[in-house]
């Protein structure tokens, strides 16, 4: 199987929680998103405000990483709310404005409504697309063998 290429969307503020624990949840925790994806694909976050409980717009892409857990798995964050989760590693990127980038972008088809591409909060993207974004946040492409070290030990133990 080839490796594929994946924007979630969430607050800048949740995207850094999961860089700093080595997990990515998306669609408010819900599984299927994440079961899409398989070890050894790229994971690109956009988020479009800086707080999920806020207005104050970010519209940056914030992460970058490689899957490296092989399950999804749930994770109580608190009474009544279990999201699942995915382990991923992390890249040191830059947080990146999208503006600059939208005219290079090939998932964006309408440049006047390009906030349109996110409305699902999960896309898969071709991998020249994946190399704008990737260049601009970390000044190189990453390769598919790259070795990345994680930075966190993973709760569900893998």
């Known amino acids: 199987m080839s490796q594929r290429y994946w924007i979630g969307v969430a607050s800048r503020e949740h995207v850094k929680r999961g860089v700093a624990g080595g ?7 819900k599984s299927l998103p994440l079961k899409r994806m398989v070890v ?10 800086e707080r999920f409980d806020e207005t104050a717009a970010c519209q940056k892409f914030t992460a970058i990483g490689k899957v490296v ?5 749930p994770f109580e964050m608190s009474p009544g709310f279990v999201p699942y989760r995915r382990d991923v590693c992390f890249l040191d990127a830059d947080d990146v404005p999208i503006r600059p980038l939208i005219d290079q972008l090939s998932f964006i088809h309408d440049r006047s409504r390009w906030g349109y591409a996110f409305r699902f909060g999960h896309l898969e993207i ?7 974004i990737a260049t601009s946040m970390l000044g190189y ?9 994680p930075t966190v030990q ?3 133990g893998s």
């Open 40 to 49: 050894g694909d790229w994971l690109i976050y956009y988020s479009p405000r």
């Open 69 to 73: 857990g092989e399950n999804v798995y």
């Open 126 to 132: 071709m991998k020249s697309d994946f190399e704008v």
């Open 23 to 29: 997990f990515s949840q998306l669609g408010h925790g």
């Open 141 to 149: 492409i990453p390769t598919m063998d790259e070795k990345i070290q």
């Open 154 to 156: 993973f709760l569900n």
